[in-house]
């Protein structure tokens, strides 16, 4: 069985670029994350879906950043318009469910935005 | 805004030696969990504790004090590949997954 996959591993944008990048969960899994992970700000949560409801859109990363969740088995974070100060790794995790469970992680999208 | 405080920010151990690592958060939690993540590699989940519910898995052990605002995760018996950054992370609310990670602890374990 596959773990959580990214793609792509690494981006270049060019400020005011929209980038899209994408994740798939693991197989039957009911909730996917999204998460920003930086040096300085550490790791924060941009969206939590369960069963592709969103269930929580990180507040603060509303106006550029969005997730969508079409089906069970892919999710995209689009981020509109890139800006240099959202360069960092990019996480996805999915977990069979939020309480008493595991997250599985992929292993990032590393994302430089110029 | 609700803060989680990690300490220490990093610890050396030797080989066999225990550790212990700890989170201070400023508001009522709902569960902590703890995460590891090795250099260059995927984070992991490592336990998950409801409040004040004690977690163990193998030499793992989370326990939280309501009364301190503190959570601790104890390593007994540490190994080399326990190297890596322990990140802790607070939930808190009703609803929804409102989450805030600690800024981590760096541990070495040296033989």
């Known amino acids: 069985d596959a773990g959580v996959t990214q793609t792509p591993r690494h981006e270049v944008a060019e400020k005011g670029q929209t980038i899209i990048l994408k994740c798939e969960p693991v197989?039957?899994?009911?909730?996917l994350f999204w998460y920003r992970q930086t040096k300085i700000q550490g790791l924060e949560l941009l969206s939590y879906?369960?069963?592709?409801?969103?269930?929580?859109d990180g507040g603060a990363f509303k106006d550029r950043f969005k997730a969508e969740m079409l089906n069970s088995s892919f999710s995209t974070l689009k981020i509109q318009p890139t800006e240099p100060k959202d360069s960092a790794v990019y996480l996805c995790?999915?977990?069979?469910?939020?309480?008493?469970?595991?997250?599985?992680f992929g292993p990032g999208t590393r994302l430089l935005v110029l | 805004g609700q803060q989680v405080e990690q300490s220490p920010a990093s610890l050396v151990l030797q080989e066999g030696e225990n550790a212990e690592l700890q989170c201070t958060y400023s508001t009522t939690l709902n569960s902590m969990q703890w995460f590891y993540q090795r250099p260059g590699g995927r984070l992991v989940s490592l336990l998950y504790s409801p409040s004040w519910a004690e977690q163990r898995g193998g030499r793992l052990t989370s326990s939280a004090a309501s009364n301190e605002s503190r959570s601790s995760l104890h390593i007994s018996s540490s190994q080399i590949t326990d190297s890596g950054t322990y990140l802790c992370?607070?939930?808190?609310?009703?609803?929804?997954?409102?989450?805030?990670f600690g800024s981590g602890t760096r541990l070495l374990v040296s033989p």
């Open positions: 992370a607070m939930e808190r609310g009703t609803g929804g997954y409102k989450v805030v």
């Open positions: 995790a999915s977990s069979p469910t939020k309480n008493q469970d595991t997250q599985y």
């Open positions: 197989s039957g899994h009911n909730d």
């Open positions: 879906f369960r069963s592709k409801s969103l269930m929580e």
